[in-house]
């Protein structure tokens, strides 16, 4: 089981921007894919981005694509998402994600540990 604990999160204008970072711990980092999604209010939780084990591949969602960037340390068993030109749509609680089982995914049901969320809050 991997251990995943986010932060970063906090209140931003439109059009600033934030990093998060998710810590983990209990695995062998350099061999899990990672992944950001978020939930807002009454919303499914959707996915944001991700990022292979190597950090060689990443994908994006198209709301985000051009203004949010997934990378990772594996060194530090960190990665972080970088958001520039925040919007108030952006506002939600973020949660990263570890899998073992795809090198990268999308796919929600391909994580199996989540972290506790941090929340951003974008004002307009």
Known sequence: QVQLVESGGGLVQA??????SCAASGRSFSTLAMGWFRQAPGQEREFVAAI?????TVRYADSVKGRFTISRDNAKNTV?????SLKPEDTAVYYCAASTVVPI?????EYA????????????
């Open 15 to 20: 059009g600033g921007s934030l990093r998060l």
């Open 113 to 124: 540990d989540w972290g506790q969320g941090t929340q951003l809050t974008v004002s307009s």
């Open 80 to 84: 972080y998402l970088q958001m520039n």
């Open 105 to 109: 995914s999308r796919y929600y049901i």
């Open 52 to 56: 292979s084990w190597s950090g060689g």
